[in-house]
C-alpha cells in the first residue's frame, strides 16, 4: 500500500506567523512614515499650501504691575485698558506666526490686519470684563487677598471667548489654505488656536497671576496701617437682606486613596446698601423757558456690604488640618455671591426709582413754593470716565419726568 504524504501542520503555521509579521512591519512603515516623512493629506496639497511648524519661545512686552492697575480699575483706565488689550491680541498673533514661520511680508501685515478688528474688540472685552467684575468690591477683595487674582481670573474668562475667533480670522487671511484647511508640519503641530490658547495665553496669565498674589498679599498686610477719615454724602435708596450657605469636604489621599477627611459648613446672613454717592456728582439746573427744574443723580453703586459668617459644622479628620486660608475661601465665596445675586437683580433699577420718588418729596414743596408751572425731571449721569466709542460726559441714560 503506497503511503500518503499529508501536510505538514508546523509548516503551514511558519507560513502565517511570516505573513502577519511581513503586514505588521509593513503596517508600522506605513504609519512611521506618514508621521515623520509625509503629512496625512499631504499628496495632492502643493508645496507652496504646506505650513511648516518650527519652534518659538513667546515673548510678550507687558509691565505686569501695570496690567493689573488697569485691570482692577478698567473704567478710570479705560485708554490704557484698549492699550493692554491691543498688546495682548498682538504678542498672541506674533507668537502664532512664529511658531508657523511665516514670511517676514506676512508679519508685516499682521498689524494691519488686526487693526481691522481692534474698534470693537476692546469694547466688547471692556463690556465683558465690567460685565463679570464687580469694581465696587476692590476693598473686600485686597482684604481677602483676591483683588488681582479675580482681575486675571475675569481676563481670562474674556480672552478665552475671542482669542480663537481672533487668531483664526487673522490666519486664515495670510495663510493659503485648500479647502479651508491649513496643511501643517513640523515640531508640536497644533492647531492657530491651539497655539495662542496653550503657548501664549495660558503663560501669559500664569505670570500674571503669580504677579497677583505678590501684590495682593502685600496690599492686604497694608490695608489700613492708620485710621482714615473722609467726608461721604450718600443716598441708599435700597436694602437687600440675604442669607447662603456652603458646605465643603477636604481630603487627605495616600496612593490615590481618601484616608481622612474634613467637613466645613459655612453660613452667612447680607446686608447689602445700594445707592448713590453724591459727593461724586449731584447737580440741579433750572430750565425756565420750559418750566422744568432737572436733577441730576450718579449712577447707582453698592455703598456698603456687611457679612456676617458663621461656622455651622467643622468635623476635623484625624490626617487634615483646617488651614485659615479654607475659611477665608470660603467666606469670600460666600460674600461674592451675594454681591452677584444682587448685581445681577432688578436692585438697581428699584433705587433708581426710590431716588425719583425721593427727590420729588423732597424738591416738589420748594420748586412749587417758587412757581407753581415749575416741574421736576429726575436724570441719571452716566460714567464720565473716557471711553472711545462716546467720549466727553455722554446724556443721561434714563430720564424720568414728574408733570403735578
Not at 505538514?8 to 507560513?15: A, D, K, L, Q, Y
Not at 449721569?381 to 424720568?400: C, D, H, K, L
Request: aromatic share 10%.
Amino acid at each position: 500500500m503506497a503511503q500518503r504524504d499529508y501536510p505538514n501542520p508546523s509548516g503551514s503555521r511558519n507560513t502565517i506567523r511570516a505573513f502577519f509579521l511581513i503586514l505588521a512591519i509593513s503596517l508600522i512603515g506605513i504609519i512611521l512614515y506618514k508621521k515623520f516623512v509625509s503629512p496625512p493629506g499631504y499628496s495632492n496639497v502643493p508645496k507652496e499650501l504646506q505650513v511648516n511648524y518650527v519652534p518659538s519661545d513667546f515673548n510678550i512686552s507687558i509691565d505686569e504691575e501695570n496690567a493689573l492697575a488697569i485691570l482692577s480699575n478698567p473704567h478710570r483706565y479705560r485708554k490704557e485698558f484698549n492699550s493692554l488689550v491691543y498688546d495682548i491680541n498682538m504678542s498672541i498673533l506674533y507668537h502664532v506666526a512664529n511658531r508657523m514661520n511665516l514670511s517676514d511680508e506676512d508679519k508685516g501685515m499682521l498689524q494691519q490686519e488686526y487693526e481691522k478688528h481692534h474698534p470693537y474688540l476692546r469694547n466688547l472685552y471692556f463690556h465683558d470684563f465690567v460685565a463679570l467684575k464687580d469694581t465696587t468690591s476692590n476693598l473686600y477683595q485686597t482684604w481677602y487677598d483676591n483683588e488681582g487674582s479675580n482681575a486675571v481670573d475675569v481676563l481670562r474668562e474674556v480672552a478665552s471667548k475671542y482669542t480663537c475667533f481672533l487668531v483664526t480670522q487673522i490666519i486664515t487671511t495670510l495663510v493659503p489654505t485648500k479647502g479651508g484647511s491649513i496643511y501643517a508640519k513640523g515640531q508640536s503641530v497644533d492647531t492657530p488656536c491651539g497655539v495662542a490658547m496653550q503657548e501664549a495665553l495660558t503663560p501669559m496669565l500664569k505670570r500674571l497671576e503669580e504677579r497677583a498674589a505678590i501684590q495682593d498679599f502685600s496690599r492686604s498686610r497694608g490695608l489700613l496701617q492708620e485710621k482714615v477719615e473722609k467726608a461721604i454724602a450718600e443716598l441708599a435708596t435700597m436694602e437687600v437682606r440675604d442669607k447662603k450657605g456652603l458646605n465643603k469636604q477636604l481630603q487627605t489621599r495616600v496612593l490615590g486613596f481618601a484616608v481622612s477627611s474634613s467637613d466645613i459648613e459655612v453660613s452667612a446672613i447680607s446686608i447689602l446698601k445700594v445707592g448713590f454717592r453724591l459727593n461724586e456728582y449731584f447737580d440741579i439746573s433750572l430750565n425756565p423757558k420750559q418750566g422744568i427744574v432737572t436733577i441730576t443723580l450718579p449712577e447707582p453703586t453698592i455703598l456698603s456690604h456687611e457679612v456676617y459668617p458663621k461656622i455651622d459644622k467643622l468635623d476635623i479628620g484625624w490626617l487634615r488640618e483646617v488651614q485659615s486660608v479654607d475659611l477665608n475661601k470660603n467666606f469670600n465665596a460666600l460674600r461674592g455671591e451675594f454681591r452677584r445675586e444682587a448685581l445681577e437683580s432688578d436692585v438697581m433699577d428699584k433705587a433708581r426709582a426710590q431716588a425719583i420718588e425721593l427727590m420729588n418729596t423732597m424738591f416738589t414743596p420748594a420748586i412749587k413754593g417758587l412757581n407753581n408751572r415749575y416741574n421736576i425731571k429726575v436724570q441719571f449721569r452716566q460714567s464720565t470716565e473716557p471711553q472711545e466709542f462716546n467720549p466727553g460726559n455722554s446724556p443721561a441714560a434714563y430720564e424720568y419726568e414728574n408733570r403735578n
